[in-house]
């Protein structure tokens, strides 16, 4: 019938095993974890929404507008994003009428079939809204305007589906040159909710960043030093990692480089290469040879106060030079590619590999690594962890591949969890939801096949999807 689904919106056994045996056990695992708290250590969501908590203005601004992995679905299909109200750089017109905006969505809800964009929306839709009908064209405005109605609820503001959602804590991810003004006024705020930020200094420490020099002094400014000599510069990344520690809660740093490069470089020959891209003629090669020295100069800033340092590599961002120059960055065209682990590393970790007071937290957007690089590094490293299935990898399947590529060599302790990594704030019960479900799905045809004992696994599955995010972030 078309606008319905049977029983609601959700087959309770989703993503459970085919198998009667293996099924009946995963049910069982998943009982145990479904309700445990959310830990998110790493993601996007805006604490502004939470230092203020107003209401979220509509329905589109809430699922479509925000939200790359939707409008990028709509974009391939010739839908303009400024139809879709995605803000332009040049502040140009866009569309602003939400029941708009959302007619096209669900006109082409049909997109989705089959992506995890859809079983994220779809458990949102009906675990959190309470609709059980199919979004489609023909319950369009049905679903916009119930969504509209509950959003003027106090029960639907950001404070309060926070504590709905059974989240213990949330990361968001500010820039190096961020002030960290909403972290400070929900903490003055006296809200028992804990929203911690993350140290992004990608601004800082990429040559190729736009505004690299006037970033750097920026920073020098805000940290009261000359950061345009090597010595102050470095100074001025102590003083602002201490800044959000104290300010804003960090516990990690995130960079999200376009290579796993490390370098680990004499300091004069580290201390031209500054020099050389303040001033702007840094060659490619030298600006990644920079970034790749700064990740190594982060991870002995770790040693010193203690945040887990997070590398996101792989990215090939802003494909489109005509929708970076339209929309700006972080617009659905960012593509993966193929990525190095093993040689990259390697100077980070004859400097620090080996220190088990150290955690270096490995993501990758390049699944052929998790066999042949990430797991044998994680496996015998002290320092380093494996992060979790990412970004296009954040799915059903991309889940299983990981658990099935890197458990044999690196075990479960060496991962870290689950993060949901969004700035959807909705999908984060779902994200977390869909995690749960794989990993007991994988840990049932472990119990069934005899790789694992039955009552070591409620354990397993109580870690992953709880403790070891708790314990890599030192949340």
Request: aromatic residues 10%; hydrophobic residues 40%.
């Amino acid at each position: 019938m078309e606008g319905s689904a049977k029983a609601g919106l959700l087959d309770p056994d989703r993503l459970f095993p085919l198998g009667e045996r293996e099924r009946s056990i995963a049910r069982d695992l998943y009982a145990e974890v479904a309700s445990l708290p959310i830990v998110s250590p790493h993601g996007h969501t805006d604490p502004s929404w939470f230092a203020e908590d107003a209401p979220f203005p509509d329905p589109a601004q809430l699922f479509v507008t925000p939200d790359h992995y939707v409008f990028r679905m709509l974009c391939s299909q010739g839908v303009a994003l400024a139809d879709l109200g995605v803000p332009r750089v040049d502040g140009g017109p866009v569309e602003t009428d939400g029941r708009r905006i959302w007619r096209r969505l669900a006109e082409n809800y049909h997109l989705f079939r089959g992506t995890p964009s859809r079983l994220w929306l779809d458990h949102t839709f009906e675990t959190v809204f309470g609709l059980d009908r199919r979004l489609s064209a023909a319950t369009a405005d049905h679903y916009y305007d119930h969504i509209a109605e509950c959003l003027g609820r106090p029960e639907f503001r950001p404070r309060a589906l926070y504590e709905r959602f059974g989240i213990e804590v949330i990361a968001t991810t500010e820039s190096a040159l961020d002030d960290l003004r909403w972290h400070r006024e929900i903490r003055a705020s006296g809200w028992k909710g804990r929203v911690v930020t993350a140290y992004r200094p990608d601004a800082v420490v990429d040559p190729e960043f736009a505004g690299f020099a006037d970033n750097v002094e920026r920073m020098g400014a805000l940290a009261g030093v000359d950061a345009t000599t090597w010595a102050g510069y470095l100074e001025a990344h102590r003083i602002r990692r201490t800044f959000f520690k104290a300010e804003g809660g960090a516990t990690s740093s995130d960079h999200g480089h376009a290579t796993a490069r490390t370098e680990d470089l004499p300091q004069a020959e580290a201390a031209a290469l500054f020099a050389k891209a303040l001033a702007g003629k840094a060659s490619p090669e030298e600006a990644d040879a920079f970034r790749g020295h700064m990740l190594t100069e982060m991870a002995r800033m770790s040693l010193e106060d203690g945040l887990v340092l997070q590398i996101h590599p792989g990215s090939r961002r802003n494909h489109s030079p005509e929708v970076l120059a339209k929309f700006g960055r972080d617009k659905g065209f960012d593509i993966p590619g193929r990525t190095d682990y093993v040689a990259a590393l390697r100077p980070l970790l004859d400097a620090v590999g080996m220190r088990p007071d150290l955690t270096v937290i490995l993501f990758t957007l390049d699944e052929t690594a998790y066999a042949r690089e990430l797991a044998p590094l994680v496996g015998v490293y002290p320092a380093l962890r494996l992060g979790p299935a990412w970004w296009f990898h954040d799915s059903p399947e991309g889940m299983r591949r990981y658990r099935e590529m890197t458990t044999e060599t690196a075990g479960f302790c060496n991962t870290v969890g689950f993060n949901d990594d969004t700035r959807a704030f909705c999908s984060i019960p779902a994200r977390h939801d869909m995690a749960r479900r794989v990993d007991c799905a994988f840990l049932a045809t472990l119990v069934a096949t005899g790789r694992l004992a039955g009552d070591e696994a409620p354990e397993v599955a109580h870690d992953l999807a709880y403790g070891l995010a708790k314990k890599a972030y030192k949340l």
